[in-house]
């Protein structure tokens, strides 16, 4: 039920493991904008902190380097853009982002949990008569970036058909 529940790409990246993923992909320019991604969308969905103060920032320093796009900023921009963000994040929840993977999962886990009594959650069902007590489930996966470049893209698979149960291949 894509849009449903919140999700948390990127996972497990930190201070740390940021800089493994810029080795081995020889692409640190991709790897801080994985990182960048994932602590604002781990601020959002499971600190509670405005996507817009995150989007904000982005957009007011791509207005000082006089660039439009995402894509034209570099490695060293999201450097500064990583820092920025850990300060807002502690300006505004007085902790520090987690670098600990195991507290980012459990967070995560916890929120996305949570998210099933959200209002998109509780419209989606209501439009598409999903009961509630249903309940839900959360998938951990290994990630694939589709942000690479040209070449890459992601997508969702199934086993079974997730409107009918048809046990058939859908894509």
């Given amino acids: 039920m894509p849009g449903m529940m919140d999700t948390i790409l990127n996972l497990g990246l930190n201070d740390k ?5 810029a080795k081995k992909t020889s692409n640190g320019r991709f790897a801080k ?3 960048r991604r994932f602590i604002q969308m781990y601020s959002s969905v499971v600190l509670g902190i405005g996507n817009h103060l995150f989007e904000e ?4 320093f791509k207005l000082t380097k006089g660039v439009l796009s ?5 490695e060293n921009d999201w450097d500064g853009l990583i820092q920025n963000f ?3 994040i502690k300006k505004e929840k007085k902790i520090e982002f987690p670098q600990d993977v195991n507290k980012q999962l459990y967070g995560a886990i916890s929120s996305v949990f949570l998210s ?4 998109r959650a509780k419209t989606y069902r209501k439009l598409n008569h999903i009961p509630d007590h249903w309940g839900t489930a959360v998938n951990v996966q290994a ?13 969702v698979a199934f086993t079974r058909n997730p409107s009918t149960g048809e046990k058939a291949f859908f894509w």
């Fill in 17 to 21: 493991t940021v800089e493994s993923l």
């Fill in 33 to 35: 904008d994985s990182y």
């Fill in 57 to 60: 920032m982005i957009d007011n």
């Fill in 70 to 74: 995402d894509t034209e900023l570099d």
């Fill in 86 to 88: 850990k300060e807002l």
């Fill in 116 to 119: 099933w009594n959200s209002n």
């Fill in 143 to 155: 990630m694939v970036f589709g942000n690479m470049g040209e070449d890459c893209s992601t997508g």
